[in-house]
């Protein structure tokens, strides 16, 4: 069982740039990328297996009705402070090697301790901006700022690692910058070295995409806004090069079905991955 010295937290409100930073450092760097969004739907259904109130009554709730709840009960609902907890239950089930950097909203410095993570914390300013950008409800903005105040509050509570993100420094800057913080973890490892061992990682992010959506339209008010095959993601590119971070956009139902270790990489145009990959499109 992992103990979880081998992970890495990323921290942060909606719109932060977790992710992007995360999936950066994982590519350059040989690790493991947990993406806690990619587990908000399984996180959901053992919440309600456990006879969560909260995650029955989202359920149960139609989805107009959801939104036009008080901003207390749509925080309640989004199961901010539970998922943390299921969080750590995922990441003790992975292999210690190698290292994890493991980000979402979740990840708040009561579950990881002040001192194991680095906090994204953007401006109001760039938060919005950012979220505006989106295809998003005004209440679910209005959630996702509230968040931000929450996290903002508990991180400085803690007096936690934070890069602030105020939109003066490109991706590869703020990434950069954490880095520089997770510089000792990344110097000790371990770290996937080899060419498959890359590949590894890269496929269980890439796994972790499909495995959201096919949980998601498990729902029967999901299934009515049709199904995986409408969907379509910027998949990792498997290539397994340091320096790649190039994606590749198909439909989430033409993914490759396992085992892993035979399918096809995701490759994006003029990229090689081991010798006998072939690209998936």
Known sequence: MNDLRSVLWLGGPPAAGKSTVAQRIARRHGLRWYNSDAHTWEHRDRAVARGHPAAIRYERTPVPERWSTSLEERLVMS???????????????LPPAPLTIAEGTPITPQITGPHSGVWLLPTPEVQRSRLARRDLLP????????????????????EARTVIIDGSRSVEEVAAEVEALFADALAEGPRAMSPAERRRMLRYANRSFVSQYLTFFTRPWARALGGTGDVVLPFLCECAHESCQENVEFAVADFREPPDG?????LAPGHTGTPGDQPLL
């Open 79 to 93: 199961l901010h402070h539970e998922r943390g907890p299921m969080v750590l239950e995922d990441l003790r089930t």
């Open 139 to 158: 209440e679910v903005r209005e959630l996702y700022e509230y968040l931000a105040d929450e996290i903002a509050t508990q991180v400085g509570k803690h």
């Open 262 to 266: 035979i399918s096809p990489a995701v």
